[in-house]
């Protein structure tokens, strides 16, 4: 079966830098895009960011575009998300997910991991 597992995160100061790493098995990894989102303690999830299969193209959202930066390393099955300046309101949940095309909208994925807590103290 399809397995994601998310590793990485943390508790870091502001400013900090993490890198999540997301391993993908049970699928063919290449052929898949791929997306970070978060979820945030009484918020709904939100995107982050997503990479087409090949890893040409990526997209952020605004609030971590410059910060943020989405790449895959297929040989390895492996999606990460470097996380640079990082700020208290980056404190969620961020899970990674597989889809057919690199969406922003979550129910474009088919398949999800079970989540890394990242907590930016200030």
């Known amino acids: 079966q399809v397995q994601l597992v998310e590793s990485g995160g943390g508790l870091v100061q502001a400013g900090g830098s993490l890198r999540l790493s997301c391993a993908a098995s049970g699928l063919t990894f290449s052929t898949y895009a791929m997306g970070w989102f978060r979820q945030a303690p009484g918020k709904e999830r939100e995107f982050v960011a997503a990479?087409?299969?090949?890893?040409?193209?990526?997209y952020y959202a605004d609030s971590v575009k410059g910060r943020f930066t989405i790449s895959r390393d297929n040989a390895k099955n492996t999606v990460y998300l470097q996380m640079n300046s990082l700020k208290p309101e980056d404190t969620a949940v961020y899970y990674c997910?597989?889809?057919?095309?690199?969406?922003?909208?979550?129910?474009?994925?088919?398949?999800w991991g079970q989540g890394t807590q990242v907590t930016v103290s200030s």
């Open positions: 997910a597989a889809g057919i095309r690199p969406k922003s909208a979550g129910d474009e994925y088919d398949y």
């Open positions: 990479i087409s299969w090949g890893g040409r193209a990526t």
